[in-house]
């Protein structure tokens, strides 16, 4: 079973309005990667010279991934990842 | 009369045109307000201000309206007060207390943030405002949209204190109790905003909104005698209210109201919800996100939107971060009142004991001025000093057993 990957709205318009979408296995950054390669432009609006935005939280498996390794955090498969943007003024939110 | 280029995001400078947004399509930033400070430079003077009504709207060209101020008219230029007996109590000799505990109607800073958000949403012609909050902001958007005539959203979790809902509900809001908890609350709000057109505050009108801040930066410098004070205190929790305040001088420098500006700016946070002021410790602009456990409710935002800008203004200006302890806060409440006569809620206990810390330390040096931000009223958060205040003598209805008690007063 490959990693399932959470898309927020604003990026949905890059997936053909697929709200999930499937990964290989890896760090985060390498899902960010691997998911570029089926829809060009996603890793540019979430990540920068392989870090993640600072506006954008991702969560693996309902954890912040900041609780964790990062960007070095590893998803297996079964793992679920959701990416939400950061909204202003707002506390932890755990998905959208 | 605006002066407003338009909006820009902080993140990657995108522009974007004067509209009820909040962040960056591409890379999710937060929008800010641009200004033409040109522009705003040949409309105003020290004189200009001074003529002007004793309220947050005689700074107006430095604030995102297009026409006249709609909202708040009684809002703001609250009293910076000479505090020399603290400054005797703490080992400094020049300090001040900016005094947002009385910020009409509400008392509390959010009614300057509020002043602004709403007299922007009537701009914008929605006729409902709305704002997810445990306290400070709820009271505020409740009263102020109820005189403004905006139908009001307020968006609680349903598990608040009593003391705080009727202090929202005296002004008849629709109040939303949410069973849940405060993230649940905030992410409910996200998805509102997005099918409804309302004008939320903190939301999709939170670049305008958070504007409102620097009215407090502005009243320092006039009520310094447009002097900026060597060092400023600020509570921390989105982080936003600090940089805006940084904001605020650097625009009364850019625009040549004051000539000098050597302010080093501080931050202050509760050790139970402390992401910046630990980012600032370690010397690393990376917020990692915290689950707040603190007293200090009002600053209890673990993942804090402005953080990474709040960390940046205190490493551009020299400044640098405390954090202080659930006792620490209380013991800095009684000590304010004892002192100042100024009764602050718990974030004032956590800006007052971290200015403490921060003069011990030698952050802050204490023959330079020092400005300490109060912002919200103590009145509010009265549950955090229960058992912690001293007792009252209990005596009889007779002058005998009043003379009995009074053999056990000192003074």
């Known amino acids: 079973m490959p990693v399932k990957v959470r898309i927020p709205t604003p990026l949905q318009r890059l997936t053909q309005g697929k709200e999930e979408v499937e990964s290989i296995q890896g760090t985060i950054i390498a899902v960010v990667n691997d998911l570029d390669k089926n829809f060009p432009g996603i890793a540019e609006r979430i990540s920068e010279n392989g870090k993640i935005r600072r506006f954008v939280n991702i969560y693996l498996n309902d954890e912040d991934i900041r609780f964790m390794n990062n960007e070095e955090t590893v998803a297996k498969d079964g793992d679920e990842i959701s990416i939400v943007p950061a909204i202003a003024g707002g506390a932890i939110r755990r998905t959208l | ?411």
Not at chain 2, 341 to 347: H, S, Y
Not at chain 2, 362 to 371: L, Q, R, T
Request: proline letters at 5%; aromatic letters at 8%.
């Open chain 2, 1 to 411: 009369m605006g002066h407003i280029k338009g909006l820009k995001c902080r993140e990657c400078s995108r522009e974007y045109p004067v509209a009820p947004i909040y962040v960056c399509e591409f890379c999710f930033g937060p929008l800010e307000v641009s200004y033409d400070y040109k522009s705003i430079s040949k409309a105003i003077s020290r004189k200009k201000i001074e003529q002007r009504p004793q309220n947050l709207w005689r700074y107006r060209e430095f604030l995102p309206i297009d026409g006249e101020p709609q909202v708040g008219l009684s809002s703001g230029y609250t009293p910076l007060l000479k505090a020399d007996n603290l400054a005797k109590a703490i080992g400094a000799t020049e300090l001040y207390i900016k005094d947002d505990t009385v910020v009409h109607p509400t008392l509390s800073f959010k009614d300057r943030v509020v002043a602004i958000a709403l007299t922007k949403a009537k701009e914008f012609g929605f006729d409902t405002v709305a704002c997810a909050s445990t306290g400070n902001l709820a009271h505020s958007v409740s009263a102020q949209g109820a005189k403004a005539g905006f139908k009001r959203f307020i968006f609680i979790p349903a598990s608040l204190e009593t003391s705080k809902i009727t202090a929202s509900l005296v002004f008849e809001p629709n109040l939303i109790a949410i069973d849940g908890n405060y993230d649940e609350v905030n992410r409910l709000c996200s998805e509102v905003a997005n099918k409804y057109k309302w004008a939320f505050v903190n939301i999709n009108i939170r670049p305008f909104y958070a504007e409102g801040s620097k009215t407090l930066g502005f009243e320092i410098i006039e009520q310094l005698g447009w002097k900026a004070p060597d060092n400023v205190v600020v509570p921390c929790a989105s982080g936003s209210l600090l940089t805006k305040i940084w904001k605020s001088f650097k625009e009364f420098k850019d625009t040549g109201i004051i000539k000098e500006l050597h302010t080093k700016v501080f931050a202050a946070q509760a050790t139970g919800c402390s992401p910046i002021v630990a980012a600032i410790k370690n010397g690393t602009d990376i917020i990692r996100p915290v689950k707040p456990d603190t007293i200090a409710k009002s600053l209890a935002i673990g993942n804090p939107a402005d953080g990474f800008y709040a960390t940046q203004v205190v490493k551009e200006t020299e400044g640098y971060g405390e954090d202080v302890s659930d006792q620490e806060i209380i013991d800095s409440i009684k000590l304010l009142a004892k002192t100042e006569g100024i009764f602050a809620e718990t974030a004032g206990g956590v800006t007052l004991a971290a200015t403490i810390k921060l003069i011990e330390k030698g952050k802050i040096k204490p023959d330079e001025s020092i400005v300490i931000c109060i912002t919200g009223n103590g009145l509010k958060t009265q549950e955090a000093l229960q058992g912690h205040t001293i007792s009252p003598h209990y005596i009889k209805p007779s002058l005998a057993s009043f003379e009995e008690a009074l053999k056990n007063i000192k003074g």
